[in-house]
Structures are given as C-alpha cells and as structure tokens.
C-alpha cells in the first residue's frame, strides 16, 4: 500500500519507491502539512513546534493557545482571509461579498488505481497508481475542496489537483483554484525556472529566493514561450547529480502561476495552478469545478535525476500508449525549404528526393489552404486551395503515399484571420471585448473555442480535410497570445471564465479528433515551442520544440527543454545553412547529431543539398534509426553543468539495462591550441566494460566515469563528436 492512514495519530503516509509525504489532521480539524521529501520511517509530527510569534492570530476554536496559528503551521491547502498571510491557494468570493475560506478536514478516502480528469488532460493510471481524496469544507459559504492525490510509487510522482464543489445555498465566485501547495517549513532553496522568447524557449535560470514571493507564470493564454509551467525547487547545494530536487509541473496548456513564498520564518511554500488574473470562476450551488493535475517528484540525485522522473513519467503516463513504443518517423517539413511559395509539383520533387534519402514522412505546412499566400489571411477557411495546388489534398496525399512516404498537414484551429470567409461570416466567433478594436498579432484574432458552435465547427472543418485525404499527421499550430479574452457567448458576470473555458475547447477539439481517428499523430507547436506543456503531451505526443532551427542554439533550447521534459517529446530537424534565424553556418554532422537527440527530420529543400551533403543526410538518416530506441528510451544525461563555463556542450543517453551509451559533444566555441574537451560519463554500469564502436578500444565503466574521457581537439567551427560504446563480457 503507498498510502496509509494512521487511526491515532491522525496521520496520512503516501510513499513512493524513495519518497515520503505526509500530512496530518490537527486540532480544530485544520490539515497540516508534515513532510515531502526522501523515504524515512515514522511519522514527522514531532517537527511541528509552536509558539505565540505575535501578530499571528489564532483560530476561534484555539484561541486559548496562542501558539497555534494558520499562518505559522504548515498547510496543506492554505485558504484565504483566515490569518494565513502566505500565499492563498485557494480564493472565493460569497454571495454577500465575503471573502474568507477556511477549510478544514471532513473525511478522507483511499481507493486503487485513479479516476480520469474530465475535460482535462491527466497523468494516465499505472499498475501500481493509488489515489487519496481529502474532502475540505468551509461549513460557512458550504465551499469544498476535494484534494485528490495520485501516487506512482515505481516513478516517485505524486500527481495532484483539486476538485471544488458549491455545497452551499448560493453561488459563489473562485478567484483562485491551485492545483498543489506544499510548505517546506525547513531547508534552503533555490528555484530553477525556464523562461524564454520566440526563438529561444525553456532557458533555465537559477534564483536565490528572497523573503517573499517570487511568481513566474503566464497570461497569454498559453503556457507561453516566455515562462514554461515547470519549476524546480532545489537544495542550494544540490548539483546535476546529488542533492534534493523537487519539480513541480503543471498538466496544463493556458495561462498559469508558479509561485514561491519564503515566509517570515524562512519556510518556503510553493504553490501552483490556473492564473488568478483575470480568472472568476461563478459556481452555482451544486456546481463543480476541476483544477488541472500539477506532477510533484523529488529526487535526492540532482537535477538529472529528476528530469530522468520526469522524462519516465511523460514517455510512459502522459504520451498516448500509442506513441509510447512507436519509432517516430523520419519527416521532411516544407516550412524553411518554401514557406508559401510552392504547388503540388513543387512538394512532390521535394518528396521524391527526400523519399531517396531515407526520409519516411513529408510534412505540408501553411499556405494550403483558403487565401494564405502569406501570414496575413485565410485562418479559419480549411478549404483546400486546388488552385494554388494543381489539384485535391487527396491526389497530392495520394501520390506522396505511392512514393512510398506518409503525409503530414499544418493546422492552426484556434486562430482565425480578419481576412477570411469565416471571419466575415461570423465576427463573434473571435475573442473581442466589445466596443474595442482587437489587438491583433500576426494580423489574426484568437477563435472562441469556449463556445460549443466553433468547437463544432472546427471539428468538421477539421475532420472534411482528414475525411478526404490520406493524412498520417498534423501540426497543430498556435501563433500569437491572446488578447481581449472576452466571449461573446457568454453572460458579463461569467467572462472571468473565458480563458479556461477555450483551453477546454480546444482539448475537447483534440479528444474528439483523436477517438475519430486514432492512428493520427499531432505535433503540438504554437511558433516553435510556444505551448510545450504536459498538457500538450497528453495529446501531442512530439512538440516542435523552437522556430530556432540553429543548432547551436538548439544546444540551449534542447538541453533546456530537457530539465522537464523527454528528448521523445522535442521536434528537432536539420535545416539549411546559414541559418534562417541566426545566419550561422554550422557543420552537417553537427546539425545531424544536434536533431537526432529529438524526433528527428529535416527543414530544408533536399534538391539544393550537394551530393556529397546528400550521402551525410542517408548516413544520418541510418545513424537516427539505429539509435533511435537508446535516444527514445534510453536515460538521458546532461553532462556539461549550467554555467560552468565550458565551451563545449555535451550529453549522453545510455540504454535502461546499461548496455549501450552514446554520447554527444559539440563544440560551441573553437580556440587555438586549446585544451582537449573532458567530461566523465554517468549511468554506465561500474563493473561492466564498454567497446568503442568503430575503434574497438575497450574501457572500464567504472574508469568512464571516475577518469572520464577526452576528446580530440576540435578543427574548425561547432565541430561534434559522437561516440557509441556498447557493453561487451569481460
Ligand atoms: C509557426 C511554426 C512554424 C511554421 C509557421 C507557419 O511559426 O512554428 O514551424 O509552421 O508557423 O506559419
């Protein structure tokens, strides 16, 4: 049993293979939190200590012991307006204007296995899960909280989110609904965040935290370039290979906030969820109201050894069974090689040529469809262009699968152009506040997928596009924030409810497509990696990761990327040099090696490629296959720390049972005369010996990760080493 109950004490234990977490019910019925972090025996309430701190007030119950207080006790779900001055997670507006939720125990219950989320992408049951609900009432207003907890002993993942239900007589407004909070009354933290741009996402930075509240989220209406729903909290000691490390993800696409309290006594409190900004949530009495699930794991080996949690639990609880074991095809996307300049004819040269690479899948991105000769018009209008084509989606598909290739298209659902029949047809179906001109980006508006009709709409827009041609695949774009989140549809007390409200269309969208048609694959993407999120990944089993396609920079973005989420999950391709993004040139090995480490292809015209460059792209083509399963699923190392000041990137992958590993290293900056690139190797056995493929030399795992290994100097510019070793007897 991972969770257990303990009768006197009052105690709840959930346990996982190397972690423990543990909360109490205390006096008054108020639920403290006792512990999370690596596996110990016994119950930890002998770490609560109170004492009259002054101006923290007492509950009414308790008033006599001036010691206990909500504002000095660590919570388990802190509430609002009650004397806890930390972070809320939870704020609710009642009928008569008051703003206090105090919520304490009821009951609590234990069962197998876990429930799905509805409407809501979730971390999807393994053998082993277990799920404890913690009902919470607030006996004035009627308002409770069900904590629900699913715990994945074999991945040391505890998966939360909160079920709020109006049991009282009238309605009441939720201002706030986190999905998990959890107090570290004890230990000094830094927090690890990943903020970007378009072009640059996922860039980890290190934070000491200061007193008070640090945030990190976003209210773009998207997980957002410019700051991933991810968070680690770790020890200020901790490295890449030891120390604890606590990662907390939210399996959500919309807007969302990661915030850190470190209080007046040095506790830190983290809390997580949908964005209060903007967000009121009306329940009528009677009514309920899902939080997204938020992926709590620590590791006590480092930041690898946390992303290595993570990395398992995405390929094998949130990607779709079907993906799970499936080699992911080889695609050429015509993006950088046409952008909206091509024709049936054009796409089919280049699908011939790719096809005699090796590449398995061509990918037609934007432009196909409606009046699109540029950004500025046409979303919304998924009606084949057969004009621009030279002839139907279901010829063009047909002939690409004769020559032996699949067939993906770009779709981008959720916007709509001002320019397009859909537009003129129905203004209101974008999201416009009133009386307002929008604010347009990329001259389109965002569609309101809180409304059934457009839902519905796109569905069939969608599925007349899919119904008539031979489509293996789908990029599913998203490319701008959203602005004046304002629902036609919808009353004026209820806009607050906007937001969530369209990420819920457009999951529903993807569920529906995907029960109609199983074997589609969807590439999430939203300008790059916009919108890389677990979220996505319940549904999008690959993401692209970044419009940056230098692979020098794709270095940073990918290795970013990495802290949360598995190499499986990042689109990665080649694509021509210079760079369109950069202007750099970087070596095709180099550019091979760095998109082999993600599902990988190519973005480039494959008729421009030198013949020399085309026998480079068929060796690589063969090298992704062979490797693909160790890259797929194999673990995953970073082996050069952040801001060590190397000037060289490296990492590696080594096979579950330890009897392969390849390792990667690109040089980032060349000089003369220098010293030769070290690293030491990680997750080989010790004890096992290893063959350098292609030199035959063999090498103690052990000396490979003690002594370590070193590289020839490098020759010109971004040069990249790759060396396979594979276990041999001895
Ligand atoms: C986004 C994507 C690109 C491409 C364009 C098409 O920017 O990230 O890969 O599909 O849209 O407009």
Redesign the pocket.
Known sequence: MSIAYHEESRVISLRTAHQLYQMKVAEGNVLLHLYYGPAAEGEMGYLLRTANRGFCGNPYEQRHDRGFSLDTLPQEYSGSGVGDYRLSAVRAVAADGSRSVDLRYVSHRIEAGRAELPGLPFVRAAEDTETLVVTLRDSVTGLRAELRYHVFPGHDVIVRSVRLVNEGTRPLVIGKAASACVDFPYGDFDVLHFHGRHNMERMPERVRLPRGVTAFGSTRGMSSHQSNPYIILRDRRATETAGDCYGFMLVYSGNHLEEIEVDQLGGTRVVAGIHPEGFAWTLDPGERFDTPECILSHSAEGLNGLSRQFHNLIREQVIAPRWREARRPVLINS?EAAYFDFDAAKILRFAQSARELGVEMLVL??GWFGKRDD?NSGLGDWTVNEKKLGCSMGELSAQIHALGLRFGL?FEPEMISEDSDLYRAHPDWALCDPDRKPMLSRNQLVLDLSRQDVVDYLFGALCAVLDHAQIDYV?W?F?RSVANCYSHALPADRQGETAHRCMLGTYQLLSRLLARYPELMIEG?S??GGRFDAGMLFYCPQI?CS?DTDAVERLEIQRGTSYGYPVSAMGAHVSAVPNHQTGRVVPMRTRGIVAQSGTFGYELNPNALTDAEKEEVKAQIADYRRYARLVMHGDYYRLTELDDGKEFSAWMFVARDGGEALVNLVVTHVRANDAFPWIRLRGLIPEACYRLEGSGEIYAGSALMAAGISFPAAAGEYAAHQLHFVRVEG
């Open positions: 993006w991105d934007d950004d770009w990029k774009d490319n993407c300008g790059g692209w419009d």
